[in-house]
């Protein structure tokens, strides 16, 4: 189900209403994060091929397959058991209090040894009164913070349980969700945990000194969250839901009224809506049922029935006409449309074979939008996405345009729709579109065995939460595979009558502010649209197969091979490239494969700053010789295959190529690998076009002050060298000859670094790449990492910028660099950043209430074997004094105040997080590889981090603190917001 622009806009709109969801990330990636916060991404969906500027990916395979099997009709309060012939079933309690309280108790066995318990309360933002917007989000805050000071809570520290509102809670439009990982099947935890959450759920008394610490650090949330491109979400969404509650509410707040909000006025709306029946609790993990139910029942069963109103619901629109709306927004330089409608999710159902049929519509319709719109079209899709706590779907059809060619792109997306009213869908295109849906199913189930106690338990949360009834996904497998082969034509029209019903569409454009487009036109540019019939010229083209192997049984020779322990094999062949091979017997039946290309920054001379960035926009924007993209794409598709193009990062800059997909499919992906180096042709007439995608790309590194923090701290760290230099796409002054000698140089002919992992064996994949990979022509074969593209300044350097932006926060970010960093010390400062974000985050934000959301975290090397530096990164207001020094400090000092039980909890965490990445074949491929063998692949056995961390001592924690964190190696820059205009 990938998605463009307008299902983006809810998805961060989702975003922003959990503002706790970028540090679950970072802890669930603790050395990638860095990298990918910022990375740009394209990837080779069927509508990034022809349409490069989408920036979608397809949908994640654990969300598709959650989301078939989960949503099922039934609205009722009990949780229903997978069907007696349920594969691999394990025991599963549903169990419903006298008093209301509902639980799902489900015993899975998790390999980080993890118990996962989830509390949702059906209240959020729609429970609010008018004057009450944002008390659901304070009261979350106000919750947790009274919890912490209980004795029975403090305890769960000690067991490596992290309490904070940071990491452990979210609030939502139809609920509020706290969440707790036991790291241990200790049965006194679970039970302190269970007392923990009665006390929050009905127990809690606000004091007028928690209220009001608590508001200003929802104050300092929204101050974050205020920025243009949030603002520009709030009103898509408000156009979406105009006329109802929705429109209006906004998770996080309203601050006029959070600023309102008394002790008194908290305790009435918490006594409102915090109710036994409003309760559901999810326990997932290595549990003992029976007795897990016993303590379930001895710690709830008493709490007390309470009279409270119902939940909210969740109001669709009531649209009985075409309607017309322009969003402006200050940040887009070009214009995106979509033709969408809102429909209640309770039709979602059982009868998996009309959940099939509109997947296939979107399939089909995305298509048929990709060929027949403007080639100038940028990007065009079809979606429907699960939005409101996923109690309505959103079916839109997307297309994103020049500003000057609005007009033929609505034209054609209703002329799209027209058609396929009127004569509905071939045979033949339904039954590709279900090839392609089994593909993904495929997928899917994959992705399941990569789930651990924490994703179960959020999982079974939301479809609780949103009142209906949880399946184990892989219980409905073969069910949903049977659905899928019965969709007919028939009913893929029924579901397109259904999702967007005729004269009920909502069209909105997004254009940059200031630009002349008004409704009206709009409606002008639809009227009298002709519909004419698909040609059979395009019927062919949409039919048009066969990628085909061109060197008969001619191989590369192996130059160089050598094993590291049995399931690591490095190799380089006669042409160069390196190979390094992972057996990963954790995701059966699957693959992952990154490509490495060029040298990143290393490549780029300083005097000309920006032309490698330009030259990755082109590639995204370049044909293949005698490659029809229509061809290729619906290959991808249906043979289950994901390609990502991408710059790792603004640091780095190196183009990664990503392949995931069935083991069966690893000829045919290396395959198209190869033919991204030997068939690129460049246009001239895409220059522009490649402008307007640097444009982009430069303004995602520069969209908020968090973001221009990390830039500008990262400039500093390298000696302001200039190839980091992003000149405004104004002033980037590169011919297309220019651009395309640089790619044809560094990276078509550049040095290749290959790594696959996954259900392999090595002698089988040797053979599959060199038979695939022959007729490359042979690099340079520089190995990446013998050369570093920049060098760390050790200078302390101390400063401040002012943005444009009209952000509220200012933000304080932190550097230290650590060239040099052995092996083991890497884990060691791993350990000791977690420690230095809990201090930061019990300094400035609990006591001194400075800071939302501080970040730790350490940015390594593109080996993926060294630090690059260690960095710190907290948010506050511009008025506050003394912020970065207080970081400097509390890191200063943090090797000498090191407890036994914060060291275990932290190496715990961390540990239970590598142990989870192991089991992914992307993970491996990505950087798993190279951390385990070294940059050479000479190490005699692969090194595993998670038994590395287990092995790290306190000691070494506060060796390395002391000797990596100190002050005179640091460097800070804090940036600060320009006021709003008036302000």
């Not at 463009?4 to 709109?13: D, G, I, P």
């Not at 067991?159 to 904070?164: A, P, Y």
């Not at 340079?780 to 593209?789: F, I, N, V, Y």
Request: aromatic share 6%; charged share 25%; proline share 5%.
């Amino acid at each position: 189900m990938p998605h463009t622009r307008f299902a983006s806009e809810l998805e961060c709109c989702k975003f922003a209403a959990d503002p706790h969801k970028r540090g679950d990330f970072r802890q669930q990636q603790p050395s990638r994060f860095h990298s990918l916060r910022h990375a740009t991404h394209f990837v080779l969906t069927p509508i990034a091929l022809r349409y490069p500027y989408s920036r979608m990916k397809l949908t994640s395979a654990v969300y598709a397959v959650f989301l078939c099997a989960a949503m099922v009709a039934s609205a009722g309060s009990e949780i229903q058991v997978p069907p007696a012939d349920a594969p691999e079933k394990r025991p599963e309690i549903p169990l419903v209090l006298g008093n209301g309280i509902r639980f799902g108790l489900f015993e899975i066995a998790s390999p980080t040894n993890t118990i996962s318990v989830r509390l949702i309360l059906q209240a959020g933002s729609l429970d609010e009164g008018d004057t009450e917007k944002g008390y659901a989000h304070l009261l979350e805050h106000a919750v947790l913070s009274s919890a912490a000071q209980q004795p029975f809570v403090r305890r769960l520290s000690s067991r490596g349980v992290e309490i904070s509102a940071h990491a452990n809670a979210h609030t939502s439009y139809t609920y509020t969700l706290y969440k707790f990982d036991i790291p241990s099947t200790d049965r006194e935890a679970l039970a302190e945990v269970l007392q923990a959450l009665r006390y929050m759920a009905i127990e809690v008394r606000f004091s007028d000194s928690l209220v009001e610490k608590e508001k200003q650090i929802v104050l300092n949330e929204l101050a974050e969250k205020h920025t243009e491109a949030a603002m520009t979400t709030l009103e898509v969404r408000k156009q979406i839901y105009e006329g109802t509650a929705v429109a209006n509410r906004n998770p996080a707040g309203r601050a006029e009224d959070i600023r309102k909000a008394t002790a008194i006025n908290v305790q009435t709306f918490y006594d409102r809506c915090y109710a036994p029946e409003r309760i559901a609790i999810a326990i997932t993990g290595p549990v003992d049922p029976i007795g897990t139910r016993n303590l379930i029942e001895r710690v709830f069963s008493s709490v007390p029935v309470r009279n409270s109103s119902p939940p909210a619901s969740v109001p669709i629109p009531d649209r009985r006409a075409t309607s017309f709306r322009i969003v402006q927004t200050h940040k887009e330089s070009r214009t995106s449309v979509a033709i969408l409608n809102v429909s209640s999710s309770a039709s979602f159902s059982r009868d998996y074979r009309t959940d099939y049929a509109r997947k296939v519509l979107t399939f089909l319709l995305g298509n048929r939008l990709r060929q027949q719109l403007p080639r100038s079209t940028l990007g065009a899709n079809a979606s429907l996405v699960p939005d409101v706590d996923e109690r309505v779907n959103v079916f839109a059809l997307e297309a994103i345009c020049a500003p000057s060619d609005w007009k033929p792109t609505i034209q054609s997306m209703f002329r799209v729709l027209g058609n396929c009213r009127m004569q509905g869908f071939a045979h033949a295109d339904v039954a590709q579109a279900i090839q392609a849906q089994s593909a993904d199913l495929d997928s899917g189930e994959a992705s399941i065995q990569l789930w651990d106690s924490p994703e179960y338990a959020d999982n079974i949360a939301a479809v609780l939460a949103s009142g209906r009834a949880w399946q184990r996904p892989e219980a409905t497998i073969t069910a949903r595979r049977n659905a899928l082969k019965l969709v007919t034509a028939q009913n893929v029209s029924e579901a397109l009558a259904e999702l967007l019903p005729k004269d009920s569409e909502l069209v909105i454009a997004k254009a940059a502010a200031g630009s002349a487009l008004t409704p009206s036109d709009l409606a002008s540019a639809i009227q009298a649209v002709p519909h004419q019939p698909i040609s059979q010229s395009q019927k062919e083209k949409m039919d048009e197969t066969g990628i085909k192997s061109e060197h008969g049984d001619e191989r590369l020779q192996v130059r160089e091979k050598h094993s590291v322990g049995n399931n690591v094999t490095y190799l380089t062949f006669e042409n160069n490239v390196r190979v390094l091979i992972r057996n990963n017997s954790e995701q059966p039946g699957r693959f992952a494969a990154v490509l490495l290309i060029g040298r990143g920054l290393y490549d780029l001379d300083p005097k000309r700053p920006g032309l490698d960035v330009l030259a990755y926009t082109l590639c995204r924007e370049s044909e293949f010789e005698g490659l029809p993209r229509d061809s290729l794409h619906m290959q991808l598709a249906e043979r289950g295959i994901t390609m990502e193009l991408a710059l790792t990062d603004y640091l780095n800059r190196q183009v990664r190529l990503t392949i995931e997909g069935p083991v069966s499919e690893l000829p045919f992906a290396l395959r198209i690998s190869k033919i991204w180096f030997t068939k690129q042709a460049f246009a001239p007439s895409r220059i522009a076009a490649a402008r307007l995608g640097y444009a982009d790309l430069r303004r995602s590194w520069l969209q908020s002050t968090k973001a221009i923090a990390q830039v500008e701290s990262e400039f500093r760290l390298v000696g302001r060298d200039r190839r980091l230099e992003l000149p405004d796409a104004r002033h980037v002054p590169y011919t297309f000859e220019e651009v395309a000698s640089w790619i044809n140089t560094h990276w078509l002919n550049g040095p290749v670094e290959l790594r696959i992992a996954g259900d392999i064996q090595a002698d089988a994949t040797i053979d599959i790449a060199s038979h695939e990979l022959f007729g490359l022509s042979p690099n340079p074969g520089d190995r990446l990492a013998d050369t570093s593209p920049i060098k760390l300044t050790r200078k302390p350097s101390r400063g401040s910028v002012n943005t444009q932006l009209r952000d509220q926060v200012a933000v304080a970010r932190i550097t230290w660099p650590q060239e040099g960093v052995e092996a083991r010390e890497r884990y060691a400062l791993q350990i000791a950043m977690e420690l230095l974000r809990d201090r930061l985050f019990q300094r400035l934000r609990v006591e001194n209430s400075i800071t939302y959301s501080p970040e730790t975290g350490v940015t390594f090397d593109r080996s993926s074997t060294g630090a690059l530096y260690s960095w710190a990164e907290v948010t506050f207001s511009p008025g506050a004094k003394g912020v970065a020094t207080q970081c400097l400090q509390l890191a200063e000092t943090l090797g000498e105040s090191i407890t036994d039980t914060e060291f275990e909890a932290a190496k715990t965490k961390l540990a239970n997080t590598y142990a989870t990445l192991q089991r992914s074949n992307a993970w491996w491929a990505s950087e798993g590889l190279v951390l385990a063998t070294g940059q050479d692949g000479r190490s005699d056995q692969p090194v595993m981090p998670a038994a590395e961390v287990a092995s790290i001592n306190k000691d070494d924690v506060i060796k390395v603190s002391r000797l990596r964190l100190r002050s005179r190696n640091g460097s800070f820059v804090t940036v600060l917001p320009l006021a709003p205009a008036g302000k």
